[in-house]
């Protein structure tokens, strides 16, 4: 499985970014898809992810409210819509792919960089 995530870039504070993330490869089965993110110098922290069951979405707390994800089951895309964006939100976004309830391919991450 073949991930890449696309849609970075720099955007000033207050700004908006749309991402979305091309799958390829053998995703059969899987149960949904998240968005994560890594700060330079913090840990990997988990931004939102949509499963296809009642296309449920869930949102890291330091994104609610800012952040829309949604998606294609039947191409295994998902977007990420993220408005009101502040510095803090400066980071790699990577997509995943999730089976039951554990991520088990990732993707080449976007940079997104948000300017005060």
């Known amino acids: 499985v073949q991930l890449q995530a696309s849609g970075g870039g720099l955007v000033q504070a207050g700004g908006s970014l749309s991402l979305s993330c091309a799958a390829s490869?053998?995703?059969?089965?899987?149960?949904?898809m998240g968005w994560f993110r890594q700060a330079p110098g913090k840990d990997r922290e988990f931004v939102s992810s949509?499963?296809?069951?009642?296309?449920?979405?869930y949102y890291g707390d330091s994104v609610k409210g800012r952040f829309t994800v949604s998606g294609d089951n039947a191409k295994n895309t998902p977007y990420l819509q993220m408005n009101s964006l502040r510095p803090e939100d400066t980071a790699i976004y990577y997509c995943?792919?999730?089976?039951?309830?554990?991520?088990?391919?990732w993707g080449q991450g976007t940079l997104v960089t948000v300017s005060s």
């Open positions: 949509i499963v296809w069951s009642g296309s449920t979405t």
């Open positions: 490869g053998r995703t059969t089965g899987n149960s949904g």
């Open positions: 995943a792919v999730r089976y039951g309830k554990s991520y088990l391919y």
